[in-house]
């Protein structure tokens, strides 16, 4: 299951860089993009900080925080014998790696550099690609965790998920 929880963390990291990518490139002129009204729409701002800009004068701690995230989830999925696991986990990882990566290597510098946002939530909040597979993969593990499902399934019990969780119901 290791392996799907990189293929997974991959897709996640192209489909965030690609997306911020085309965002640079549409929308660097000030531009919005409106997708639903004022509830979705779309406009590029450069965030420091952590959701809602938190701790903008601190962004090497937010760099150390994603590269300790990266290296706990991937010490957790060697362990990973569930598919419902490995799906939730490979979203956490990509999302921590495409903001690690942002961390250090986007301006204004080396593990100071500004996470790319696009996605304007009814000017609530604006995120991007990654932050949508933290939020999904982050609620997939607190549905497993009240639901009972383990990481490894237990010698002679089935490995099907579905079959796993439906037992606790």
Do not use: C
Not at 3 to 22: E, F, G, M, N, S
Not at 72 to 95: E, Y
Not at 104 to 129: C, K, M, T, W
């Amino acid at each position: 299951m290791f392996r799907a929880v990189v293929l997974i963390a991959a897709v996640v990291l192209a489909a965030d860089q690609l997306t911020k990518y085309w965002a640079e490139s549409a929308l660097s002129g000030g531009q919005t993009i409106t997708v639903l009204g004022d509830l979705l729409q779309l406009r590029l701002v450069y965030n420091p900080g952590a959701a809602f800009s938190i701790g903008s004068a601190y962004t090497w701690i937010f760099a150390v925080f994603a590269a300790a995230a990266v290296v706990a989830v991937t010490v957790v999925a060697w362990r990973v014998t569930s598919r419902a696991w490995a799906v939730a986990l490979g979203l956490v990882l990509g999302g921590a790696v495409t903001h690690l990566l942002d961390r250090l290597f986007r301006e204004p510098g080396f593990a100071r550099g500004h996470v790319v946002d696009f996605i304007d939530y009814a000017g609530f909040f604006v995120g991007n690609v990654a932050d949508i597979a933290l939020v999904v993969g982050v609620g997939i593990i607190m549905l497993l965790n009240v639901r009972g499902i383990p990481l490894r399934a237990t010698p002679g019990e089935s490995r099907s998920d579905e079959q796993v969780s439906s037992s606790g119901s």
